[in-house]
């Protein structure tokens, strides 16, 4: 039996849906305590429109590729698929972010000093321009949310093109 501070995780969700804020999640948040209000969160926005909030909590990009070679592997032994239709857009298509419209990041931020990626989003960030931030996440504010946001902006996107 899942135990959590009442208050916090009702606001929470009031404050989803007042600003029509659907909440996704990706990863397995089963180890949590609070995996039963985000269960609950994901089903009570699901047909919020105006944001789109995905939660990646104990994500692993390898195992979302391996999740997602199983489920194609599933369709070709059903008839559903042949082995010859198998491109990057049925790919992706089984990927825990086929929840967004948007399934491919432009920036990550990445805090506390860390430079990699950390089986995050593994196929999802081919393209994604990627900034390092020395100070840990509690202390990521606006300052250093513009720092990153201007760096991005002085970026030329090639996305694997010659140029």
């Given at each position: 039996?899942?135990?959590?501070?009442?208050?916090?995780?009702?606001?929470?969700?009031?404050?989803?849906?007042?600003?029509?804020?659907?909440?996704?999640?990706?990863?397995?948040?089963?180890?949590?305590?609070?995996?039963?209000?985000?269960?609950?969160?994901?089903?009570?926005?699901?047909?919020?429109?105006?944001?789109?909030?995905?939660?990646?909590?104990?994500?692993?990009?390898?195992?979302?590729i391996v999740q997602a070679c199983q489920s194609i592997?599933?369709?070709?032994?059903?008839?559903?698929?042949?082995?010859?239709?198998?491109?990057?857009?049925?790919?992706?298509?089984?990927?825990?972010?086929?929840?967004?419209?948007?399934?491919?990041?432009?920036?990550?931020?990445?805090?506390?000093?860390?430079?990699?990626?950390?089986?995050?989003?593994?196929?999802?960030?081919?393209?994604?321009?990627?900034?390092?931030?020395?100070?840990?996440?509690?202390?990521?504010?606006?300052?250093?949310?513009?720092?990153?946001?201007?760096?991005?902006?002085?970026?030329?996107?090639?996305?694997?093109?010659?140029?």
């Open positions: 039996m899942e135990v959590y501070q009442k208050g916090i995780f009702e606001e929470g969700l009031e404050l989803f849906m007042r600003k029509g804020i659907q909440v996704s999640l990706i990863g397995d948040p089963s180890k949590l305590q609070i995996s039963l209000w985000i269960t609950k969160t994901v089903e009570a926005t699901k047909n919020n429109s105006r944001l789109h909030f995905i939660l990646a909590i104990n994500h692993s990009g390898r195992e979302d592997c599933r369709r070709v032994m059903d008839n559903l698929i042949r082995v010859e239709d198998i491109d990057e857009t049925i790919f992706s298509q089984q990927l825990e972010t086929n929840c967004t419209e948007f399934p491919y990041p432009d920036l990550l931020i990445r805090t506390s000093g860390e430079q990699r990626i950390s089986n995050f989003l593994m196929w999802q960030l081919a393209y994604t321009e990627l900034y390092f931030e020395e100070c840990m996440w509690p202390d990521f504010g606006e300052k250093e949310f513009v720092k990153a946001l201007l760096s991005f902006q002085g970026r030329h996107r090639r996305y694997g093109g010659q140029d």
